[in-house]
Nanobody, 115 residues
């Protein structure tokens, strides 16, 4: 049984930092491309950042330079370090694990940026 469990989301003030984690089980984590997506109220889910099995990373322009995606294959865990948070970063953040024939999602963790 595949499980992706996100954690770390909470209410923070603008300019603060937050680290999200995604613990994976039931998959050979090191083989998967991993990603963070987010969905704000009334908006479509969007890709935030991805990291390939070989460690190559890509970011959406709006978070480039502020967010860092990383993975620890020994711990089967994906991370998203978010710095200089803005109100527009408010969303439910989802973890994704993907291969050409497999695609799994976590249940999401809420991040709210508000003063």
């Amino acid at each position: 049984q595949v499980q992706l469990v996100e954690s770390g989301g909470r209410l923070v003030q603008p300019g603060w930092s937050l680290r999200l984690s995604c613990a994976a089980s039931g998959i050979t984590f090191s083989l998967y491309a991993m990603g963070w997506y987010r969905q704000a109220p009334g908006k479509q889910r969007e890709l935030v950042a991805v990291i390939t099995s070989s460690g190559i990373t890509e970011y959406v322009d709006s978070v480039n330079g502020r967010f860092t995606i990383s993975r620890d294959n020994a711990k089967n865990t994906l991370y998203l370090q978010m710095n200089s948070l803005k109100p527009e970063d408010t969303a439910v953040y989802y973890c994704n694990a993907r291969l050409p024939v497999s695609n799994y999602w976590g249940q999401g963790t809420q991040v709210t940026v508000s003063s």
